[in-house]
């Protein structure tokens, strides 16, 4: 998120009870990403100011319920003053502070990887605090080494003495086609992708054309892990901010895992990262 000139943020552009052309651009966007405003007509009302709290504690915000300039940043959009200067990946991410999210993590994993994960969150849009935090719970959740990995067999992927991963094969949610795609198309990365469909899928939003679909082993390559990571996160972001927004970890981590794996991992280190934060 951009950091506000100091002295913005006590500047109010729009609060309760305001209306017009330009609370029904807030209001548009507001429902795009996922916080409803209520009806889009125009009126600075009490859904639409329910609304910017939740969007302010998604991003890691003061929540006021009011358009000030930095909610406006954060929006998406510029007032007629200089634009601030983007925070840089990094700047509240230190080394030593992520370790103590990851107990037991060797340190030079989390050097080594942690500015490629980093740079690919804020690629994505995705370098507020907030999204930052569940990004490295999802990492604590899925890889607790820090460091991209391929799924291990257990018995939620292979019948005892049979192949590996063979109960991955043939599963339509995951759009296995064949004997082996279970193995093939197992768990890699910071986010633990999963089946053919996602590597599919991710492959191409990624600009890697059907790279992971014919070389899935990609997936654990280091910049490839983290932009993975970045894009799956996107593409859950406004299930994500809105669940964090209400307190909700539990349904943070559903939208990444589509259940509770994890969730003990995931939310221990989001609660260390905030307090480590200032935002706890």
Request: aromatic share 8%; charged share 20%.
């Amino acid at each position: 998120m951009p950091v506000p000139v100091p002295g913005q943020e006590e500047r109010v552009l729009i609060k309760s009870g305001d209306s017009g052309d330009a609370v029904r651009v807030i209001q548009d966007k507001l429902k795009r990403l996922g916080f409803d405003p209520g009806a889009m007509d125009g009126i600075y009302g009490g859904k639409t100011v329910n609304a910017v709290y939740s969007f302010q504690s998604a991003w890691g915000m003061k929540p006021t319920g009011v358009i000030d300039p930095p909610t406006l940043y954060a929006l998406g959009y510029q007032v007629d003053e200089p634009t601030p200067p983007a925070r840089q990946p990094g700047d509240d991410w230190t080394v030593e502070k992520v370790a103590r999210m990851f107990p037991g993590a060797p340190v030079e994993n989390i050097r080594k990887y942690l500015p490629a994960v980093l740079s690919a969150l804020a690629s994505f849009g995705l370098s507020d605090p907030a999204m930052t935090l569940a990004a490295l719970a999802t990492i604590r959740a899925e890889s607790a080494g820090f460091e991209p990995i391929g799924e291990y067999v257990s018995t939620y992927n292979t019948t005892p003495g049979k192949r590996p991963f063979g109960l991955y094969d043939f599963r339509k949610d995951l759009g296995n086609q064949a004997t082996g795609d279970g193995e093939r198309y197992k768990g890699r990365g910071f986010v633990q992708l999963t089946g053919r469909f996602n590597y599919e899928k991710f492959s191409k939003l990624l600009g890697l054309g059907d790279l992971l679909l014919r070389q899935p082993e990609h997936a654990n390559d280091p910049e490839i892990a983290a932009s993975l990571l970045a894009c799956f996160l996107k593409s859950k972001e406004a299930v994500i901010r809105k669940a964090l927004a209400l307190g909700d970890l539990a349904s943070a981590r559903k939208a990444v895992n589509g259940g509770s794996h994890g969730l003990e991992r995931f939310v221990t280190a989001y609660q260390t990262g905030a307090h480590l934060a200032g935002l706890a």
